[in-house]
């Protein structure tokens, strides 16, 4: 006779609480559900990378076929050597992961234990929150402040078990940043004991002059990592593949919890080969910068309020009486994909990726004719 068993009472506490991570709607589920062509469906929903790939990542790719029997480099050394010659720092203080998010799951399972803490700000990325609750530990959500970090609120939020501090810049979904001064003003109120995680996931992009580049800020302070990605710039998110930057004892710490080979041998490869392409990157930006001006340009023209971004998407209110689900499900029946943003305390907006120009013409186009 078979017993049955209750899963969920034997699974671990913090994992039972969860709820998967939602990522944007994949464009043959919605082909699927409203009988749309893939081909006529335009997803701006997951920050993604609107230009394809590096055509010299397709060639590197190519070149590992041929060896797809063979477990990939496991210490990714070309990669780490390529990295620290072109951020000037040493191969051991990296530390590579499957998309900058396994750094997040790094550094949480090192320090984090039942009963801890680790801070964040309102509107952060979902993911610190679902890391610190799979270790049982505590998420003090600091509020908000124009919708970006209140850096002297989240420090003085720090209490005797706070282990970690995530502090995105520029943030995602509002697109907010905070400037040199003010991350280093924090960094200097933060205790030694407590890991400041920096995750820079939309680094490539921003332009102002007074924005800080944190791995310049490393050598000062050695609770300091530092994640960036291939997933947005570099054009390579479906091969996940990102990093962290620290000191060389952190990286060792972290690279103890790392599984073995969670970086394949094909994102090794694209990752240094567009790493090495300056040109890809810099077309990548400039469609960024171009698509960015048209839509808050169009939005303005439409009435419609923004949080003003430097990273590769925006988010924008709906129109006073307006429902944002309504809005998002309209646009998936004229086959616009964006992302609703209700489960990061932002009911009243939408976010949107940029795309091309002709996704970008796509979208407004379908907005208007939704909420027209």
Do not use: C
């Not at 490869?269 to 169009?298: C, F, H, P, Q």
């Amino acid at each position: 006779m078979i017993v049955a068993v209750n899963f969920s009472e034997l699974a671990v506490e913090g994992v039972r609480s969860l709820r998967p991570y939602q990522p944007g709607k994949p464009i043959d589920e919605l082909a699927r559900e409203l009988g749309l062509k893939e081909s006529d469906i335009v997803k701006l929903a997951s920050n993604e990378n609107p230009m394809g790939p590096s055509p010299k990542a397709l060639e590197a790719i190519k070149a590992e076929l041929a060896d797809l029997t063979r477990y990939p480099d496991g210490a990714g050394f070309v990669l780490k050597k390529t990295l620290s010659e072109k951020l000037s720092i040493r191969p051991e203080q990296i530390t590579l992961g499957n998309g900058s998010s396994d750094i997040l799951d790094f550094i949480v399972r090192v320090f984090v234990n039942d009963g801890d803490n680790v801070v964040f700000s309102q509107h952060a990325f979902a993911i610190y929150g679902l890391v610190a609750k799979m270790v049982g530990a505590e998420s003090i959500v600091t509020p908000a402040k124009d919708f970006g970090h209140d850096l002297d609120a989240m420090a003085a939020d720090i209490n005797d078990r706070t282990r970690i501090v995530f502090v995105t810049n520029p943030n995602n979904p509002t697109g907010t940043w905070n400037t040199r001064d003010e991350l280093v003003n924090f960094l200097n109120k933060v205790p030694e004991r407590v890991i400041v995680l920096l995750d820079e996931a939309y680094f490539e992009y921003v332009h102002e002059a007074d924005y800080p580049d944190g791995i310049s800020l490393l050598d000062n302070y050695p609770n300091l990592v530092v994640t960036r990605t291939f997933s947005k710039a570099y054009g390579l998110a479906s091969l996940r593949v990102g990093y962290g930057v620290s000191s060389p004892e952190l990286a060792d710490l972290m690279n103890r919890v790392r599984p073995p080979f969670n970086v394949d041998s094909f994102a090794l490869a694209a990752a240094n080969a567009t790493l090495l392409d300056e040109e890809y990157v810099k077309e990548s930006i400039a469609l960024n910068d171009a698509g960015m001006a048209y839509l808050t340009s169009a939005f303005s023209d439409m009435g419609l309020s923004y949080i003003p971004s430097v990273g590769n998407f925006i988010s924008f209110k709906v129109p006073a009486g307006v429902n944002a689900m309504d809005v998002y499900n309209g646009l998936l029946r004229e086959g616009v994909i964006v992302r609703p943003v209700a489960n990061y305390e932002m009911p009243e907006y939408l976010r949107v990726s940029i795309g091309t120009e002709a996704e970008n013409q796509t979208f407004i186009s379908a907005l208007k004719t939704v909420l027209s």
